[in-house]
Nanobody, 118 residues
Framework: VQLQASGGGLVQAGGSQRLSCAAS??????MAWFRQAPGKQRELVAA???????NYADPVKGRFTISRDNAKNTVYLQMNSLKPEDTAVYYC???????????????WGQGTLVTVSS
């Protein structure tokens, strides 16, 4: 299974950015976005489960929205009201479990850098 992430770049604080991650197969059921800022550990940003329910990290609640298009095997992360502290490399991940809540996902995409300028 391959995950292809796209959509990173430079954005001003308060702006918006959308990340996309396409999976090569449909047989991945939990999809998520993680991020890793310089000098920090990788952390979960948001996850979406096979039934469409979602889970968000507290720092992004109300600002970020994760969604999926099963017909395209793609997960999106819409990021609004971006802050400089959102600057990080964002990684998409996928798991074969329909409601995976761990950090050891089965598959990982390459990272995409999001830089939020103040």
């Amino acid at each position: 299974v391959q995950l292809q992430a796209s959509g990173g770049g430079l954005v001003q604080a308060g702006g918006s950015q959308r990340l996309s991650c396409a999976a090569s197969v449909r047989t991945v059921y939990t999809m998520a976005w993680f991020r890793q800022a310089p000098g920090k550990q990788r952390e979960l940003v948001a996850a979406i489960y096979d039934d469409g329910s979602t889970n968000y990290a507290d720092p992004v609640k109300g600002r970020f929205t994760i969604s999926r298009d099963n017909a395209k095997n793609t997960v999106y992360l819409q990021m609004n009201s971006l802050k400089p502290e959102d600057t990080a490399v964002y990684y998409c991940a996928a798991d074969r479990h329909p409601r995976y809540n761990g950090v050891s996902y089965d598959y990982w995409g390459q990272g995409t850098l999001v830089t939020v300028s103040s």
